[in-house]
Structures are given as C-alpha cells and as structure tokens.
C-alpha cells in the first residue's frame, strides 16, 4: 500500500525558510516522478516542482524558480521542497504526490497525473 507522509510545515516569518519532507513507502520510489503542488483556502492546487526518477531533472513553473528547489534521497525513499525568502502568499497547505505511471513525465505539472498524495503540511507566512 503507498503511503506519503510530509512533515515540515508550521509558522514562519516573511523572509525566512524552510524545508519540507515527504517519506514514501508502499512502491519502487526511484520508479517515479515526486512532485509538490500547495493549495491555498479558496484557490485551486497549485503546481510547485517536480523530479524526475532518476533525480536528473527538476521541473518548476515560472513563479516558484529561484525560490523554490525540490530534491529526492533514494536511499531514505524521501523527496524534499527547500523553500527561501518565504512571502505571506506562499501560506497554503503542501502535498507531496507521486506520479501515475512510472518512468514517466507526462503532464507533470497537472494534479490529474498523479496517483497519491500525502495529507498535506500546512505552511503559514506571517508577514
């Protein structure tokens, strides 16, 4: 059975960082994409990175390069968000997630591709 479990989250000030954690089991992590989407109150979930398989490749939209930067650790079946320069707007509650088909990237940036999510880790900015 797969399971996501993030860890992380909490109070933070404007400016500051923080490092998110998402611990898999249940599946071959190096078989998949791992991404991270956040979803604010009213809004929809919102694509933040994603990585391939092998750890090769990152993937962000425009507004979260720079700031934001996802990696994987194999061996702790792990993926990670490290997230800078914190804004009150970056408040929302963050998901891991793993990708439907394995060695895939279709459509990485889309929540409809990815099978599982974790239960989420809210993050708040205080400004």
């Known amino acids: 059975q797969v399971h996501l479990v993030e860890s992380g989250g909490g109070l933070v000030q404007a400016g500051g960082s923080l490092r998110l954690s998402c611990a898999s089991s249940?599946?071959?992590?190096?078989?998949?994409?791992m991404a991270w989407f956040r979803q604010a109150p009213g809004k929809e979930r919102e694509f933040v990175a994603a990585i391939s398989s092998s750890g090769d490749y990152t993937y962000y939209p425009d507004p979260m390069m720079g700031r934001f930067t996802i990696s994987r650790d194999k061996a702790k079946n792990s993926v990670y968000l490290q997230v800078h320069s914190l804004k009150p707007e970056d408040t929302a509650v963050y998901y891991c997630a793993r990708h439907r088909f394995p060695m895939s990237t279709a459509n990485y940036e889309s929540p409809e591709q990815y099978e599982y999510w974790g239960q989420g880790s809210q993050v708040t900015v205080s400004s």
């Open positions: 249940g599946f071959i992590f190096s078989y998949y994409v």
